[in-house]
């Protein structure tokens, strides 16, 4: 008996229930959404063996031959000042004290600033470092000496001038709460080399979390198996990783294998792709108990390794989370995140620089210098830099600068990024972009590019609409590819 027959045979329509429908009339609408979990959805890149092996986050091949295969991002969350690191300005420098030409202001918003703000020269020498010659700041001793191996991005741009939207901009392609991050499409992509750790991890080092909250490593309307797993610097990884007192392995493993089979069993019935994420996840935590630990003790690496990054065992800081990125890259995690949210000077800006460059550059560096000796830089994507830059005006009284959209620098490494060049230029006084501005659509459809996926393909369908991460927007920047 077919669907049609049997609606027009009962004689009370209350029988009909919605379950039965969905399971009988749609063909299966929630086999079907499990299909688009286990890869269905993304038919142009997932590999067919990857579906069939039952395992969502299984590899899968790309639109085309990546250039990276794994990816760092080092999100320093506040809005670090592109004047006073990355974007010399003598005329800035010249016409410090005085009013902004009132042109250049017409139209623009700021989040806090004063419309009489005065200029504010910037407060640190610049030199030239490498073959390549690239202007870095006094500020970044480390990373001048690694130069060289990164493209400096001067004409970045973005929408939103308050941390909390421009935050979520940078990690999901949208102020708008509620969409999947970078590191989730990566995941939802490419699925995740490592079968004992999350493929998309992420920590919080600054003074406080992201004002974007979890929004900035969450899977939006993604499955939330892609989402970012946070693990913390000391102590368990991930809280409740260990087991209580009186519950063994033997008893865990008994424990999860029935639960196990009722969620098959519902998953069987009901394919809804969240039961398939949750069974996933309880068989995660259970490898993690006994990979975790191990990947999160550095004082595993040698000592002049943990010299080069200024880690210290037992001492949380952002060198020892820059040494545990390394690590979990590794052992096959797609995507790491570290948040450092302590870039947003409105006063003290000299001290406030100092102390997050001291806090930071080095491990940087590090990083760079660590993965290319181990021949990982080759295809590992690193990436630096915050939701947006500072002003040329003052704010703050005679120390500080507030939240600006218009212009910023970023830096990249590694994952087939062209190495040594600088990309874009501000104008005399870093106000906006000159020349090759490089907006935010445009950094995350050459991130993907580089993961070999064309950012226009990689979709995934919502409430009647194909999403992707770059929304209806976004321009592969070739200059900046090897």
């Known amino acids: 008996m077919n669907c049609q027959d049997h609606l027009y045979r009962r004689t009370d329509p209350s029988l009909v229930s919605r379950r039965w429908f969905l399971e009988q009339c749609g063909v299966g609408l929630g086999t079907m959404a499990l299909r688009d979990l286990l890869g269905g959805g993304l038919a142009t890149a997932a590999s067919p063996t990857a579906a069939k092996g039952g395992n969502p986050l299984a590899p899968k091949a790309p639109h085309f031959a990546p250039k990276a295969k794994r990816v760092i991002f080092l999100f320093m969350a506040g809005g670090p000042s592109h004047l006073e690191m990355f974007d010399n300005k003598p005329q800035l420098a010249k016409f410090d004290g005085t009013l902004p030409p009132a042109e250049l202001l017409k139209g623009y918003r700021s989040a806090f600033i004063n419309p009489d703000a005065k200029l504010l020269g910037p407060k640190f020498k610049f030199a030239k470092h490498g073959q390549s010659g690239t202007e870095v700041s006094e500020l970044l001793p480390h990373l001048s000496r690694v130069i060289d191996d990164v493209a400096v991005i001067k004409g970045m741009s973005t929408d939103a001038f308050n941390h909390a939207p421009g935050q ?25 080399e490592s079968q004992d750790l999350p493929g998309f991890v992420v920590f919080s080092t600054g003074q406080k979390g992201p004002s974007g909250g979890n929004s900035n490593w969450g899977s939006g309307f993604l499955p939330t198996l892609y989402q970012g797993v946070q693990f913390r610097t000391g102590g368990d990884p991930v809280l409740y990783l260990s087991n209580p007192k009186g519950v063994d392995r033997n008893i865990q493993r008994d424990s999860l294998d029935a639960v196990r089979q009722l969620d098959e069993i519902r998953l069987a019935k009901m394919g809804d792709p969240e039961i398939a994420t949750r069974i996933n996840s309880y068989e995660m935590a ?46 096959g995690v797609r995507f790491v995140e570290i948040f450092h949210e302590a870039w947003d000077q409105h006063g003290d800006l000299v001290g406030g620089l100092k102390r997050n460059c001291g806090d930071t550059d080095q491990a940087c560096a590090a990083l760079v210098q660590d993965l290319k000796q181990r021949g990982m830089l080759e295809d590992t994507l690193v990436v630096w830099g915050g939701e947006f830059g500072r002003t040329p005006m003052v704010q703050g009284g005679a120390d500080g600068r507030d939240h600006h959209p218009n212009a910023f ?24 972009v000159a020349r090759d501005k490089v907006h935010v659509h445009d950094l995350h459809a050459t991130l993907l590019h580089l993961l070999g996926f064309d950012h226009t393909r990689l979709t995934y369908r919502f409430q009647g609409r194909d999403f992707r991460l770059t929304d209806v927007q976004g321009r592969v920047v070739k200059e900046l590819l090897a």
């Open 168 to 192: 979520i901009m940078m990690s999901t392609g949208s102020m708008i709460f509620g969409r999947p991050s970078m590191g989730s499409w990566a995941c939802y992509g490419l699925g995740s």
């Open 286 to 331: 259970f490898r993690m108990q006994m990979t975790a630990p191990e990947v999160m003790d550095i004082s595993r690496e040698p000592q002049h390794i943990r010299d080069l990054y200024g880690a210290e065992p037992g001492k949380p800081s952002f060198a020892n989370t820059c040494l545990l990125g390394r690590r979990l890259l590794e052992r």
């Open 409 to 432: 620098s970023m830096w990249a490494a590694g994952g087939g990024i062209k190495p040594g060049v600088s990309y874009g230029e501000t104008d005399d006084l870093g106000f906006s």
